[in-house]
Each structure stands twice: as structure tokens, then as C-alpha cells.
């Protein structure tokens, strides 16, 4: 599984967690609160670049018309996935055997994989840049506790900061996105992240592309084991133009059945327990 896209989900969300670790940009409230909310985001940033607790786990991936489940297992050449269900059905004896031959024919070629891992190393490295390159892109304020999915959290709006000159496209989307932070102050770590774009966003002068107004962006976080903290629930609904066509964003991701991975474990050997009886498969949702 690997995100080719710019606006494809593993960017965005990592562009978002990632590119909220500003350091000077944090505004106004009591320093305990703005340390706190520096700690988590830094634990943010660090989970990002984290590559020593792969796991295996279920992702079921839908848009208005199309539904699809799949079995992913992250290794150390990549992450491998297998789909197992289309619009919540099991795949049909036809599909089933169409998605084994193309497992066999990935294990069979080593630079189909070495591409896929890549494509990952590439997101993650645009991520990177993105925190270096955002020293203050936001202004952070205190809204106070709250309740969230599992217990007490510290919530913070965020909002651009107007001093803030974006240098390439990876960063120019943040010049126009506000929302909120909320933030487990029990386990220093973020559990919600909701992104509103309050105008229209031009790429390369509205030649590259555009976002429009009003798209959005949430992503849910929790622990899935052993200290590890994992997106579980994403949604992302955004319209806008690439290139002269009118394209619309409308996903839902939600991730569950994290199963930790041992250390060191290559593509070829997950693609064998992928292809195996179902007693090797994630927990279904």
C-alpha cells in the first residue's frame, strides 16, 4: 500500500500531524498548556519517522460508490497489501484468485516492491520538509478541557500564521487551514485533529490545481498496543481542479486489528502469510 498522490490519505495525514510540531508560533495561553501541547506533537512527529514497530492490521477504505477491505502488513521493504473484500462482500472465487496471482507475480518481481517502498520513503521525506520548513506556520490557543472518545483531553484551535511564507506546494495548503487539536493529557499524545480550509487554495498560480473552499479533514488517533499509538479513523471531503479537470476527495479510512510485526520481517515473507489460510489474517473490523 503506498500513497502516490499529493491529496491521497497517508500524505495528508501525515502532513497534518507532521506539520503541526511548530516550534515558536504558539500563542498566548498558560505556558503548562502550550508545553503540553509542544510534548505531544513532538511525540507526533516522532511516531511519523518511527519504523521500528511495523504492524499488521485491517483497512477498509470507502467513497460514495465503492467499498474496499484489505489485510496490510508493514516490513522492512514496505508495506504489502491484500484485498479481501469489495463493498463489504468477500471477494468472488474470480477476484480471490486474480489478487493471489498478483501477490505472486509482486513476490516474483523484487522491483515492484522496491517502487512501493520508494513511493513511502518519498510522502515521508515531503513530511519531513514540511516540519523543517514550518518554524511558526500556525498560531496555537487553549479552549479548555473537554471530553473526548476515551476520557478527559486539552483541546486548542489553530490557524495560520499570517507571517508565514510558504516555499513549495507541499506547504502552501496551510496558508488557508484552521480547526482543532485535541490532545490526551494523561499519555502526552494527539486523539484528534479536524481541518477546515477557509479559502480557496491555487497551485502553481491555479495552472497546477485548486482546492476549494470549505473542504475538511479529520483524523482520529488511539493506542493499539504495547505504548503504540496509530490513526484508526480518517475522513476527508474536498473538491477542487487538477490540471483542468474537476476532481472531489470523499474517503473514509478506518484501520483496526493491529497486530504488531517482528522486526526485520521482508515483503516476501508477509506476501506468504498474506496468501495464507485466514488463521493469518488481521482481525476483521
Known amino acids: 500500500m503506498t500513497s502516490k498522490r499529493p491529496l491521497s490519505r497517508g500524505f495528508v495525514s501525515l502532513l497534518l500531524l507532521g506539520s503541526l510540531a511548530a516550534g515558536p508560533g504558539y500563542a498566548k495561553d498558560d505556558s503548562a498548556e502550550v508545553e503540553q501541547l509542544k510534548r505531544a506533537l513532538a511525540a507526533e512527529l516522532s511516531g511519523v519517522q518511527d519504523t521500528q514497530h511495523p504492524m499488521r492490521y485491517r483497512l477498509c477504505k470507502s467513497s460514495p460508490r465503492y467499498a474496499t477491505t484489505k489485510d496490510i502488513f508493514e516490513t522492512k521493504d514496505g508495506a504489502v497489501a491484500r484485498l479481501v473484500a469489495i463493498n463489504n462482500q468477500p471477494l468472488s472465487p474470480v477476484d480471490a484468485q486474480k489478487e493471489q496471482d498478483r501477490l505472486t507475480a509482486l513476490l516474483n518481481d523484487p522491483g515492484k516492491q522496491r517502487h512501493r517502498k520508494q513511493a513511502e520513503e518519498d510522502d515521508t521525506n515531503r513530511v519531513v520538509k514540511v516540519i523543517r520548513a514550518l518554524p511558526d506556520a500556525f498560531l496555537y490557543e487553549s479552549m479548555g478541557a473537554g471530553e473526548g472518545p476515551h476520557g478527559k483531553v486539552e483541546k486548542f484551535s489553530f490557524r495560520p500564521n499570517p507571517n508565514f511564507d510558504p516555499q513549495d506546494l507541499e506547504t502552501h495548503v496551510l496558508t488557508e487551514l484552521t480547526g482543532e487539536i485535541w490532545v490526551d493529557p494523561a499519555q502526552t499524545r494527539v486523539v484528534r485533529l479536524e481541518g477546515h480550509?477557509?479559502?480557496?487554495?491555487?497551485?502553481?498560480?491555479?495552472?497546477?490545481?485548486?482546492?476549494?473552499?470549505?473542504?475538511?479533514?479529520?483524523?482520529?488517533?488511539?493506542?493499539?498496543?504495547?505504548?503504540?499509538?496509530?490513526?484508526?479513523?480518517?475522513?476527508?471531503?474536498?473538491?477542487?481542479?487538477?490540471?483542468?479537470?474537476?476532481?472531489?476527495?470523499?474517503?473514509l479510512e478506518d484501520e483496526s486489528g493491529f497486530v504488531p510485526v517482528p522486526l526485520g520481517t521482508g515483503y516476501a515473507e508477509a506476501i506468504r502469510l498474506l496468501r495464507g489460510d485466514s488463521s493469518n489474517a488481521a482481525p476483521a473490523q
Open 197 to 251: 480550509l477557509q479559502q480557496d487554495v491555487d497551485f502553481g498560480w491555479g495552472i497546477l490545481g485548486r482546492l476549494n473552499k470549505g473542504g475538511w479533514i479529520v483524523l482520529e488517533q488511539a493506542e493499539v498496543g504495547d505504548h503504540q499509538w496509530r490513526i484508526v479513523h480518517f475522513q476527508m471531503t474536498m473538491n477542487g481542479r487538477v490540471f483542468f479537470k474537476t476532481k472531489s476527495f470523499d474517503t
